[in-house]
């Protein structure tokens, strides 16, 4: 019998282990009328949660997830995570992390657990824009006029 527990765990060990071929199997973690929402996004369904990864995918070098921590209690958890990954436009495609965490709600859905809602927590404006060069000087800048 598959537990809310196996969910999790098929869900992470996915999210860890994902290459851009993965991306098809997606119904594998995620319920079909799933909710997906980031700094940037926010989707329902399989169809669009799979375009924010294979966006990822082709805009990125190598990214992966690095899970840190997960606490569960029953149907729900709370996952840390670094993302670490490669952008060719800052410095010739230098590794960078963005340290984050998600909230996963997990449901029954045909025999198995998977995830219902995805909802990721992560500073766009720390952990993203100030690596750019120009705009990273303009959000530092705000930074300390805001702090003194």
């Known amino acids: ?29 995620y319920c079909r009328d799933a909710r997906f929402k980031d700094p940037f996004n926010e989707v329902q369904g399989l169809a669009a949660i799979e375009k924010i990864f294979a966006h990822m995918f082709a805009n990125m070098t190598a990214p992966r997830f690095v899970i840190t921590q997960c ?26 992390v963005i340290r984050g965490a998600s909230h996963l709600r997990m449901q029954p859905e045909d025999g198995r657990w998977r995830i219902a809602l995805h909802r990721d927590y992560w500073d766009a404006a720390e952990e993203l824009y100030e690596k750019f060069p120009v705009l990273g000087n303009l959000m530092r800048w705000l930074k300390r006029r805001v702090n003194s």
Do not use: K
């Open 71 to 96: 606490v569960q209690q029953e149907a729900e958890c709370f996952v840390a995570w670094d993302f670490v990954f490669g952008l060719p436009s800052l410095q010739q495609g230098a590794e960078q």
């Open 1 to 29: 019998m598959d537990t809310a527990q196996n969910g999790i765990e098929r869900a992470l060990h996915f999210f860890e282990h994902m290459q851009p071929a993965d991306l098809a199997r997606l119904n594998e973690v």
